[in-house]
């Protein structure tokens, strides 16, 4: 699940057992995500840091 939203987007992909991209281009910043109980899978500033992401997290060092 990919969102801009701790409070809609990630919980719910959390709750379907999906793994979880937050990307701060929206309304979550890092300081306003850190009271939360959960936290996303990966952080990216922007969807373009997406395909980077990935390829980070595919070669097991991400």
């Not at 701790?6 to 300081?31: H, P, R, W, Y």
């Not at 306003?32 to 980070?56: F, S």
Request: hydrophobic share 40%.
């Amino acid at each position: 699940m990919i969102g801009d939203r701790m409070d809609t987007d990630i919980i719910s992909g959390m709750e379907s057992g999906m793994s979880t991209v937050l990307v701060l281009s929206g309304v979550s910043t890092l300081e306003n995500i850190a009271p939360y109980a959960y936290q996303p899978t990966i952080i990216i500033n922007g969807v373009g840091d997406l395909a980077h992401a990935e390829a980070k997290a595919g070669d097991g060092h991400g």
